[in-house]
């Protein structure tokens, strides 16, 4: 079930910046912790960032730092991830996710995280 439309992806040179959206469908958004994820080709899945669910507290892969800000819009049902100074190794294909009971492990949102909606692909040349 789609359950958001991700935008924003696209490629681009290094040094250059994207913002993603998830825009979510239904009900009940500001009741998720939501994340972004990302998937290299030939990589496993990692965390990029998360969120919770009043924007208290967001979280960062130690990769991404100083680099990415995520945010949402409550009103909007919409998540954003903006992310300055591409670097090629972030060329991946990015998620959005929601959880409703998330852990903090190692700085970082950790649960039972369901995609919604289908990835965006960011390609980052150098």
């Known amino acids: 079930q789609v359950r958001a439309v991700v935008s924003g992806g696209g490629s681009v040179q290094a040094g250059a910046s994207l913002r993603l959206s998830c825009t979510a469908s239904?009900?009940?958004?500001?009741?998720?912790?939501m994340a972004w994820f990302r998937q290299a080709p030939g990589k496993e899945r990692e965390a990029v960032s998360c969120i919770t669910r009043t924007s208290l507290d967001s979280y960062y892969a130690d990769s991404v730092k100083g680099r990415f800000t995520i945010s949402r819009d409550n009103a909007m049902d919409t998540m954003y991830l903006q992310m300055n100074d591409l670097r090629p190794e972030d060329t991946a294909t990015y998620y959005c996710?929601?959880?409703?009971?998330?852990?903090?492990?190692?700085?970082?949102?950790?649960?039972?995280?369901?995609?919604w909606g289908q990835g965006t692909e960011v390609t980052v040349s150098s």
């Open positions: 239904g009900s009940g958004f500001e009741n998720y912790v």
């Open positions: 996710a929601a959880a409703q009971l998330v852990s903090i492990v190692n700085m970082m949102c950790a649960g039972r995280f369901d995609d």
